[in-house]
């Protein structure tokens, strides 16, 4: 079973930056749909970004522009590069992995927690 350890979040002032990294316990990051989600308190989980195995990527309507997913193959992991960050951004992050676009996402794990205010 593929695990997966996300870190890299924490508090930072608006417009500030954070990048999270997501780690893979096999070297699944180059062959793998990998995908960053978050959950805000109160509401549904929701798809920020996904990147393919051929290096396709998707955004959010709401963070485009602004985040960037890429993956390391060599480190087996898949990273996020939040900038321009808002309040409306705080919430804990997960990411996940499928073996395609048609198969379904693994379980989740612990999250990373990103707290964006002055």
């Known amino acids: 079973q593929v695990q997966l350890v996300e870190s890299g979040g924490g508090l930072v002032q608006p417009g500030g930056s954070l990048r999270l990294s997501c780690a893979a316990s096999?070297?699944?990051?180059?062959?793998?749909?990998m995908g960053w989600f978050r959950q805000a308190p109160g509401l549904q989980r929701e798809v920020v970004a996904a990147?393919?195995?051929?290096?396709?990527?998707n955004y959010a309507d709401s963070v485009k522009g602004r985040f960037t997913i890429s993956r390391d193959n060599a480190k087996n992991t898949v990273y996020l590069q939040m900038n321009s960050l808002k309040p409306e951004d705080t919430a804990v992050y997960y990411c996940?992995?499928?073996?395609?676009?048609?198969?379904?996402?693994?379980?989740w794990g612990q999250g990373t927690q990103v707290t964006v205010s002055s």
């Open positions: 096999g070297s699944i990051v180059s062959i793998y749909h």
């Open positions: 990147i393919t195995s051929d290096g396709s990527t």
């Open positions: 996940n992995a499928r073996r395609s676009v048609w198969a379904a996402w693994g379980s």
